[in-house]
Nanobody
Framework: QVQLVESGGGLVQPGGSLRLSCSASRNILVINAMGWYRQAPGKERELVAA???????NYADSVKGRFTISRDSAKNTVYLQMNSLKPEDTAVYYC???????????WGQGTQVTVSS
């Protein structure tokens, strides 16, 4: 099983930036895909950004041009750089790893991001 630990959330003003980190307990290059999801109060969890083992990325339309997903395989860590943050970006952000032939999903515990003046 893959354990994931997120960090980097917090309170930021509109227009500001944050970088989230997701540290995995396993070499991320053998994980099929890793992604960032978010869930705002009263809403369903949604995909924000994902990166495959091959390095392909995809983003939700609402964050394209503002958020960037990246990885550091030496540190087994995936990042989400969030720029030009908006109040509607406020949510709990979760990291997910999809691995194995089945495949299997593992989730982190989540980190709160609040965008407010």
């Amino acid at each position: 099983q893959v354990q994931l630990v997120e960090s980097g959330g917090g309170l930021v003003q509109p227009g500001g930036s944050l970088r989230l980190s997701c540290s995995a307990s396993r070499n991320i290059l053998v994980i099929n895909a890793m992604g960032w999801y978010r869930q705002a109060p009263g809403k369903e969890r949604e995909l924000v950004a994902a990166i495959t083992r091959g390095g392909s990325t995809n983003y939700a339309d609402s964050v394209k041009g503002r958020f960037t997903i990246s990885r550091d395989s030496a540190k087994n860590t995936v990042y989400l750089q969030m720029n030009s943050l908006k109040p509607e970006d406020t949510a709990v952000y979760y990291c997910k790893a999809t691995y194995g032939l089945v495949p299997i999903d593992s989730w982190g515990q989540g980190t709160q991001v609040t965008v407010s003046s």
